[in-house]
């Protein structure tokens, strides 16, 4: 009895194993698979700071790509910003009166093979060599390389490492400031400066653009007129500014009319040393108040 109930134990286990054994390897397929892990190869995304180049509150410029180098090279890829780039040259253009700092970024593991003292201004340098060719001059521009073993290549590129930074550019002549001078309407002041001992305003693109409004308006306006202010620096007495700055208004009035504009749309006034627009303690301040101020009222 005891012999049986072995071989029905025996019986039933191998039915089991065998029933197993038919729906893992003959109806699921599994005996046959290799015993093998597979190999997930991934990438590394290469590291991208995003592009912002500020100016306060006139200028504000971001991309999600950024300027790109070799390893020890300096040419650039502008090909990830260059709406901004263009947009920075169209800045430039429109804002004379900026200088404008680039700074680029060199690693110590580099090497620089260029005529520029660090791989930092040489990269720089690409990147004012681009904007000088939208018509920008060279005296717009300051280079700067920086030493940063921070920065990242990935593997063997370098994205960003160029900063921008905008600063005011002094005048430090009467062309200077006249070319500061920008025209936007007939109805916001613009100053005329002269050379030194010369009764001859600076003639800009800027200031001729604003006489030729200026006639076009007073002549289809008959009850507005062409205001000239003049001003002159703090030294001697305030009577004989005042009397300088009238005739310095007056000089303008008469190479006016002599353009076409009627006298008797012209005004003029005086107010010598009053209204400076820089300190009168500097000779660039001084440089800077000897005016005569235009506008239609």
Request: proline share 4%.
């Amino acid at each position: 009895m005891s012999n049986n109930k072995t071989i029905w134990w025996l019986l039933l286990i191998g039915w089991m194993a065998g029933s197993a054994y038919w729906h893992v390897c003959k109806i699921k397929l599994l005996c046959d698979a290799p015993l093998t892990s597979s190999t997930v190869i991934s990438k590394t995304a290469p590291v991208i700071s995003p592009l912002t180049i500020v100016d306060g509150s006139e200028l504000n410029l971001t991309s999600s790509g950024n300027f790109g180098f070799a390893k020890s090279g300096a040419d650039a890829n502008f090909s990830g910003v260059q709406a901004e780039i263009d947009s920075l040259a169209s800045f430039a253009a429109a804002n004379p009166g900026k200088i404008i700092t680039i700074t680029g970024s060199y690693s110590s593991q580099e090497t620089n093979s260029t005529p520029f003292p660090n791989l930092g201004i040489a990269r720089a340098a690409a990147i004012k060599s681009y904007l000088t060719s939208k018509g920008l001059s060279d005296s717009v521009f300051v280079l700067n390389g920086q030493l940063n073993d921070a920065i990242v290549f990935s593997p063997d590129s370098l994205h960003g490492g160029i900063d921008f930074a905008f600063a005011k550019r002094v005048a430090v002549t009467e062309n200077d400031l006249a070319n500061e001078q920008k025209y936007e309407s007939i109805f916001k002041p613009l100053d005329l400066y002269f050379p030194t001992a010369s009764a001859e305003y600076i003639k800009t693109g800027e200031n001729q653009k604003f006489l030729v409004e200026a006639k076009k308006f007073l002549s289809e306006n008959k009850d507005k007129k062409l205001l000239l202010t003049g001003y002159t620096d703090s030294d001697d007495s305030a009577e004989w500014n005042l009397k300088l700055s009238k005739k310095r208004a007056e000089i303008i009035k008469a190479k006016f009319v002599a353009l076409g504009v009627p006298a008797d749309r012209i005004s003029t006034d005086g107010k010598g040393e009053a209204d400076p627009k820089a300190s009168n303690d500097t000779p660039e301040g001084k440089r800077a108040n000897r005016r005569v101020t235009i506008v239609v009222q």
